[in-house]
């Protein structure tokens, strides 16, 4: 495990201004009827409160997966019992590209600082991959020893992959088309 190091007090103050500024921007959403200002600004505002919660020194793997969770959870909920809970309000396409950024984002939070928790798990389980085991272990240990430089790539690869989908989601014909 590395060493615990306290975030700083620009990131305290970074993470302020983004739950201000999240918190903004979901008034201006639910004030004007907007769904787009309000979905940005709630998920704006969950993830600005990681670097506030480890300016208060909570170690980082509880932080990022429990902000990660809980934006998977906003988004998820949304469309289900969170919709009934919210006024009316009108959004088009751009939610669907809102709602994959920010998904990609928090399970790319919750993949990386857990990964480590996957490849205990899959030790204990795996028994029956033999061989394959020490070449698993070097696989997975590789990659964390930079969390950022893996996170990046995770997201990356994962945007390309929403990218194709979406494109592909967009340019086939409907029944109605056809």
Request: cysteine-free; overall charge positive; aromatic content about 12%.
């Amino acid at each position: 495990e590395p060493t615990y190091r306290r975030a700083r007090r620009r990131t305290l103050i970074f993470g302020i201004i983004g739950i201000l500024f999240g918190a903004f921007l979901a008034w201006v959403g639910v004030s004007t009827g907007v769904l787009a200002p309000f979905t940005l600004g709630v998920s704006i505002g969950l993830l600005s409160l990681a670097p506030v919660m480890r300016y208060l020194a909570l170690p980082e793997r509880p932080v990022f997966t429990i902000v990660g969770l809980a934006v998977l959870a906003f988004w998820a909920l949304f469309s289900g019992p969170l919709a009934d809970l919210l006024p009316e309000m009108s959004g088009d396409i751009e939610m669907f590209f809102l709602s994959g950024i920010f998904m990609v984002a928090a399970a790319t939070f919750v993949i990386v600082y857990n990964a480590d928790i996957l490849l205990r798990f899959i030790e204990r389980v795996g028994g029956w991959l033999g061989r394959l085991l020490p070449a698993l272990r070097i696989a997975v240990a590789y990659p964390l020893a930079s969390k950022f430089r893996t996170g990046m790539t995770l997201a990356m690869i994962a945007l390309v992959v929403f990218a194709a989908v979406s494109y592909t989601h967009l340019t086939l014909p409907t029944n109605r088309e056809v």
